[in-house]
């Protein structure tokens, strides 16, 4: 295992970098980072502060600086330091900046901005808690998408992650026996995509919940048989509505979210 020290220097959250940085990590399965984030650099003070880190814990810089004198001086501190120092947004910036033949703004946190995306961003996230689990059923004709599953098919974590987006996303639960909500039996404009999982790792994500609430698990919601046959009744009402059906046994929250987001995309016509 290859340890060493990586240094994360924004001028803003540093969410970007940190996506960046994690993305590049996991294909270096034998390398451990030990991660030093400087998030709101945008003082020399502060940066004076970041460079001392570095010199104590030498290591690859990789930073979102978009003020230019800040950038020099990060960059002749790392090259004294003998450091490689890179800017993981300027290839994009200068291709940007080439194709419409305009210079960039320089103004940092642009993306965090209290702009109209961003109070969408909050109106899907209220929406989203409003409409977990089945709850207003008779409110969902508003919903962007609504997403239909058995118990665990990681349908409430998907719809935050939608909502992030901007996207008004609610879950129903399908329950064997229990009649769903009108709306998704009436022909809506509303996206409705079921999620589906393998019924062996249904059973263990079930028992792993019931231990950690100290419930029993010798019940039908993770009996193996049971499991199978209430998955399978699931993929048939999808079937049935024509819904698009979305197998989550192998996707993480984000893969699962960015299928979803394609067919929102498709059925509003934006691609």
Known sequence: MTKFHLHLVSDATGETLDSIAKAALV??????????????????????????????????????????????????????????????????????????????????????ALDADYFDRIDAMNYCMAHDD?????????????????????????????AN?????????????????????????????????????LVQIRRSRLLSLKQDIETEYVDLEFVKDEVATARRLFTRNNWPVIDVSRRSIEETAAAIMTLHQRRIGAV
């Not at 998030?39 to 290591?59: H, I, K, N, T």
């Not at 909500?181 to 079921?194: F, K, M, R, Y």
């Open 27 to 112: 294909q270096f399965a034998e390398a451990e980072a030990a991660v030093h984030m400087w998030s709101l650099v945008r003082a020399q003070r502060q940066l004076e502060q970041v460079l001392l880190a570095v010199d104590d814990y030498p290591g690859l810089v990789l930073f979102t600086l978009v003020d230019a004198d800040l950038r020099r001086e990060l960059e002749d501190g790392c090259r004294r330091l003998q450091v490689p120092c890179i800017g993981v947004l300027d290839p994009v910036m200068m291709a940007l900046s080439s194709y419409l033949g305009a210079e960039s703004q320089n103004l940092p946190g642009m993306q965090h």
């Open 134 to 162: 089945g709850q207003l059923p008779n409110d969902l004709s508003t919903a962007d998408v609504i997403l239909v599953g058995v118990s665990r098919t990681s349908k409430t974590p998907t719809c935050i992650y939608l």
């Open 165 to 201: 987006r901007g996207i008004k996303a609610a879950n129903i639960p399908y329950v064997p026996n229990v009649q769903l909500p009108e709306v998704l039996q009436q022909d809506a404009d509303t996206l409705i995509v079921g999620l589906t999982t393998s019924p062996d790792r």
